[in-house]
């Protein structure tokens, strides 16, 4: 079965601490990975995606084939950063496909 | 460009009643979805018309769900009747690319069944 696991429904950290929230799933083909965030009072929007191999705003994921991962990190965590993290897959590589999404973890980020 | 509308932003109804919400999707997007977050749990994809062609509806809940999207344009999700367990919230998402170039999605309509 296709399932995305976000194992932590909270992370709180403080401020300049690094920060990884997990992403693990479960698909026997050669899914896309990506992670949506939702600010507060803002709508869901994509953050990274692992074809790109990008860095969005200091985070960055790396896609881990042996251990089914997709995990998020920063180097050092800002206060803006707090928001609700959904980890997210899409069966097919290209074309227009659903999402499957994992529940969340939402990031606290204190001074 | 306007982004992804939905209304109403909330809805309270009792069980047993219908209830419509609408999607309009940026001008121009072929491709819009449906999700539903149940509260604590992950967002699932319920359907994805392509115009006004359902593409993929393999996750609506049951027959009390109806989508439509007359004209390609505009969406509408019923639900009729309401039960207890549809309380969540509703995301409409559209796209012009696939999927890898990501969703535009709206703000939501939660739902809450009294």
């Known amino acids: 079965a296709q399932r995305v696991t976000q194992p932590e429904k909270l992370l709180s950290v403080f401020k300049g601490a690094p920060v990884e929230l997990k992403c693990n799933y479960s698909?026997?083909?050669?899914?896309?990975l990506f992670w949506y965030v939702q600010y507060s009072r803002q709508r869901l929007q994509l953050l990274l995606r692992h074809i790109s191999r990008e860095s969005i705003k200091g985070f960055t994921a790396d896609l881990n084939k042996g251990e089914t991962s997709f995990h998020l990190k920063k180097p050092f965590a800002q206060e803006e950063d707090s928001a609700m993290y959904y980890c997210a897959l899409s069966p097919f590589s290209g074309g227009y496909n659903k999402l499957i999404f994992g529940a969340g973890t939402r990031l606290a980020v204190h001074p | 460009e306007a982004g992804v509308t939905q209304f109403p932003s909330h809805s309270v109804i009792e069980k047993g009643q219908t209830v419509t919400l609408r999607c309009d999707p940026i001008s121009g997007h072929d491709n819009l979805y449906w999700y539903r977050r149940v509260m604590g749990k992950e967002i699932k994809f319920l359907l994805h018309f392509v115009k006004e062609s359902k593409q993929d509806e393999s996750g609506m809940p049951n027959n009390r769900f109806l989508a439509e999207r007359t004209g390609g344009t505009y969406s509408t999700l019923k639900v009729q009747p309401a039960e207890l367990e549809d309380s969540g919230v509703y995301f409409c998402?559209?796209?012009?690319?696939?999927?890898?170039?990501?969703?535009?999605f709206g703000s939501g309509t939660r739902l809450t069944v009294v």
């Open positions: 698909y026997s083909g050669s899914p896309e």
């Open positions: 998402a559209s796209s012009q690319f696939d999927t890898n170039y990501g969703y535009t």
